[in-house]
C-alpha cells in the first residue's frame, strides 16, 4: 500500500495525504485529536435520542477542527515564507507559477516547524520497532535521520505531483518505491543481518499498520454499538477495500489529485456497504452505516467544493 494517501475519513485523519503524504506532517496532529475524542466517546455512557445526535455533532466539530489544523500544517510545511493564501488570492493569480520540486524541497527543509512535525510523526511510526531493535544511541540517531530524510522526499514528490495536477498516480507510485528501496538499502549497510530482518518486516508493513489504526479508531467512535466479532469482521472489509482500491490507484493513470484522493475512499466505503449490508444483521449493519454514510457525505461535500473552486 502506498504512504500516500489515505485521508481514511479526511474529517479525522487530515488532509490528503496529499501530499503526504501531505498526509503526514499532519497525521501527528490529528492522531492526537481522534486519540481525544475516541477517550471522550468511551468514556460516556450509553446515550440515545437527542443526546446521541449532540455527541455526534461534537465529535464531527472535534474532527472538523483536526482537518483545519491538519491544512494549516500543510500550508507551513510547503510555504514557509509567504503568508497562507485565500481560494480568492488564487482568484487573482489563476496563472501563477508552480513550484519546482526543487523549490518544494527547499521549502520543507527550511521549515523547522514542519521538520519538528515529521520528526515526531516518525517517532510515533516507529516507536516500537526502535524497542525491539535495541541500537546503540549512534545507530538510533542514523536511522532516525534516514528516516527523516526519506519521509521528506516522499513528502516533497507528493505535493509536487500535487501542485503539477497532471502527473499520473503510478509515476507517484515508482517514485514511493524508488526512495523506500534507497532507504532500504541504507539501512540494510548501517545493521547487522538480524536487526535488518526486522527492520525490514516492520517497514514492509508500515502503510498497512496506519490505515487499519486509523479506520480502527474512526469506527470505534462511530459505530459502538458492534459486537466484538462485528467489529472485527467490518474491521477486516474495511482493510480488504481500502487496500483494494489503494493498490488499484498505485497501478492506474489516475492524475494524482486531492479530488481522486477523496474519490477512491468513496469506492472503498460504498464497497464496504455493499458486502456488510449482505452479511451483517440489520441492526448491526445500522451501526456501520452511520460511519459510511457520514465519510461518504463529508467527502462529497468536499468534492463539490473543490469543483466550486476549479
Do not use: C
Not at 490528503?16 to 481525544?36: C, D, P
Not at 528501496?181 to 525490514?200: F, G, I, M, P
Request: hydrophobic residues 40%; proline residues 4%; negative net charge.
Amino acid at each position: 500500500m502506498s504512504r500516500i494517501v489515505p485521508m481514511i475519513l479526511s474529517f479525522a485523519v487530515g488532509a490528503v495525504a496529499a501530499a503526504g503524504i501531505s498526509y503526514y506532517v499532519m497525521h501527528g496532529a490529528a492522531n492526537n485529536t481522534t486519540a481525544s475524542v475516541r477517550a471522550d466517546s468511551s468514556s460516556r455512557p450509553d446515550q440515545t435520542g437527542d443526546a446521541v445526535k449532540k455527541s455526534e455533532g461534537d465529535l464531527k466539530d472535534k474532527l472538523a477542527k483536526a482537518e483545519a489544523r491538519v491544512r494549516e500544517l500543510e500550508e507551513a510545511a510547503t510555504k514557509p515564507d509567504e503568508p497562507a493564501k485565500t481560494p480568492e488570492d488564487n482568484d487573482k493569480k489563476p496563472n501563477a507559477k508552480k513550484p519546482s520540486l526543487d523549490e518544494i524541497r527547499a521549502a520543507i527543509q527550511k521549515n523547522a516547524g514542519a521538520s519538528a512535525q515529521i520528526q515526531a510523526i516518525t517517532e510515533l511510526m516507529y516507536a516500537d520497532l526502535f524497542k525491539d531493535l535495541d541500537l546503540s544511541p549512534e545507530n538510533k540517531a542514523a536511522l532516525r535521520q534516514l528516516l527523516l530524510d526519506e519521509y521528506k522526499e516522499e513528502m516533497a514528490l507528493s505535493q509536487y505531483a500535487m501542485s503539477k495536477g497532471d502527473v499520473p498516480w503510478n509515476q507517484v507510485a515508482k517514485w514511493r518505491d524508488e526512495e523506500r528501496a534507497a532507504l532500504d538499502q541504507q539501512v540494510q549497510a548501517l545493521l547487522d543481518k538480524e536487526k535488518y530482518k526486522t527492520w525490514h518486516d516492520y517497514a514492509d508493513a508500515i502503510d498497512d499498520r496506519s490505515v487499519e489504526a486509523s479506520l480502527r479508531n474512526q469506527i470505534r467512535a462511530f459505530s459502538s454499538g458492534l459486537t466484538d466479532a462485528n467489529f472485527e469482521a467490518v474491521m477486516q472489509v474495511a482493510m480488504d477495500e481500502f487496500r483494494a482500491e489503494q493498490e488499484a490507484l498505485d497501478r492506474s493513470n489516475t492524475p494524482f489529485t486531492v479530488a481522486e484522493n477523496l474519490n477512491y475512499q468513496i469506492r472503498a466505503m460504498d464497497g464496504m456497504r455493499d458486502r456488510l449490508r449482505q452479511s451483517l444483521p440489520a441492526d448491526q449493519f445500522a451501526e456501520i452505516e452511520n460511519w459510511l454514510n457520514m465519510g461518504t457525505n463529508l467527502f462529497k461535500q468536499q468534492l463539490a467544493a473543490l469543483q466550486k473552486k476549479a
